[in-house]
């Protein structure tokens, strides 16, 4: 029994224009053809037919950079501190499902506290409970130097931490290996340092050498490696060590675009945070004097000058969005990333779209079966109402989605409201409000929402 589906248009991912008339059919939980209308198998007895042809088909989207464990975080102690990892792992659920129904199908979880993705990503696994497919590593490993190492020595990384802190190479590479036993999907790396001065560039917190062999003992153990690394050291350290997929790479200059083209690294710019802090961040929130507005205006101009320059030299894109911070909150800002793709970084909306869906998906576990309308890949789509190549942002408008599909059935969730007092607020030192959609239109009414001018 299967299902024949007909959309007027369908982007597949695996190219950057959509095809007319085209027809996908569903078998299981896979695709079995994919193609033109005029020449799809006609249907059999028992077979199911839809008619989407007023809709356009997008293949299920991936962001790689979810924190599932934040909560949508106000500050360093709401992601560390506040919450029991229980609680987290019961808020993560939720928090996944809620991409799932803004149609991200697939995300990655590069870093949180102790094995709560990983157990999140098991319970969908087993059926338990619906939810996206989460490809996830441990707790960062980080150096004295290195973020997630927030607190003094004194403290240092408490359990529930987001980070790992090691302190020699053995520590390392006993993190690594117990992390591998306990079945993450890939390591993530703090690779970004202190800063050199009020205006210095970031030090990497780990050396050449010290990152080499952490990702060799990855590699080793057929696991991948992602790397933190906004600084021009820590992108180059991490590019020369060949690490598969680095974060943000803001400061990366020529030497370290070299390094990455050589070495066939993946970057995720991820800047829906960085805008997030620029446009949306009020002069009432605490965190808009001191850190976040600064810091984010600090990067984004180079960050929008030397990422182009990657993609001309066609380095893979994958989309990510830093979701779980309280200006990033869940399944509301996925896709935001790709239309800071094409505003910012010279992307044509199909480049971008392809970025979010089969590039993105290249990065997870058994991403060569998702992230596209292909035979034999996982039916996971969205059925959309309206045209994300003309505009890319549409896909941000949640009411666009007519169904979400995944495993080849449509999904069916019910997200309850978040009491949000009891959510993550819980720390009395904040960053800044929770920017929803909701939010964000208010203030965009009021006209308290800034514009970066488009370079
Ligand atoms: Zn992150």
């Keep these: ?124 696994n087993a059926g338990l409970f619906p939810g996206p497919r989460i490809s996830c590593s441990g707790p960062y490993i980080t150096s004295r130097q290195g973020l997630t190492d927030w607190y003094p020595t004194w403290f240092g990384a408490p359990k529930t931490s987001i980070g790992h802190l090691v302190t020699s190479m053995d520590e390392a590479i006993e993190e690594i290996r117990t992390q591998v036993k306990d079945g993450v999907d890939y390591l993530k790396i703090a690779m970004d340092g202190i800063q050199r001065g009020p205006d210095g560039d970031l030090l990497a917190a780990f050396n050449q050498d010290e990152i080499s062999r952490m990702t060799e003992e990855a590699h080793r153990l057929g696991k991948r490696v992602i790397t933190h690394a906004r600084g021009r050291e820590s992108t180059l350290c991490s590019a020369r060590a060949g690490v598969d997929l680095i974060f943000h790479a803001s ?35 605490p965190g808009y004097g001191k850190e976040r507005y600064a810091l984010a205006m600090r990067e984004w101009g180079p960050a929008c000058e030397n990422l182009p320059k990657a993609h001309k030299a066609g380095v893979p894109f994958m989309t990510g969005t830093d979701s779980g911070f309280s200006g990033t909150p869940y399944g509301e800002w ?99 409000d929770m920017y929803t959609q909701k939010r964000v239109g208010e203030l965009t009414t009021e006209r308290r929402v800034r514009n970066i001018a488009a370079e």
């Design 1 to 124: 029994m299967a299902t024949h589906i007909k959309f007027g248009r369908l982007f597949t991912g695996l190219k950057t224009q959509a095809d007319k008339d085209q027809t996908v059919v569903v078998d299981g939980d896979k695709f079995v053809y994919v193609g033109p209308t005029a020449s799809a198998p006609k249907t059999q007895p028992g077979d199911k037919s839809i008619d989407n042809t007023r809709y356009f088909g997008v293949p299920g989207m991936v962001d790689v950079h979810v924190h599932l464990t934040y909560g949508n975080a106000m500050c360093e102690e709401d992601i560390d501190l506040y919450a029991p990892i229980e609680f987290r792992a019961l808020r993560g659920l939720i928090n996944a499902q809620r991409l799932l129904a803004a149609g991200y199908t697939s995300m990655a979880d590069p870093g949180g506290s102790n094995r709560v993705p990983l157990s999140i990503r098991n319970a969908i």
């Design 334 to 432: 996925h896709a935001k990333e790709m239309e800071i793709f094409v505003k910012f970084l010279g992307f044509t909306s199909g480049e971008a779209l392809r970025s979010g869906t089969s590039v993105s998906a290249g990065f997870l576990n058994g991403g060569d079966k998702l992230g596209a309308f292909e035979k034999g890949r996982l039916a996971d789509f969205i059925v959309f109402d309206g045209d994300p190549l003309a505009e890319i942002a549409q896909l941000l408008d949640k009411k666009r989605i007519k169904e979400v599909w995944q495993g080849g059935a449509p999904i069916e969730i019910k997200l309850p409201a978040m009491k949000r007092k009891g959510v993550s607020d819980f720390s009395y030192k904040m960053w800044n």
């Design 251 to 285: 400061w990366m200059d020529d030497e370290c675009l070299e390094a990455i083209v050589k070495n066939k690294c993946a970057i995720s710019p991820t800047l829906t945070l960085i805008n997030h802090a620029i446009t949306f961040l009020q002069p009432s929130d």
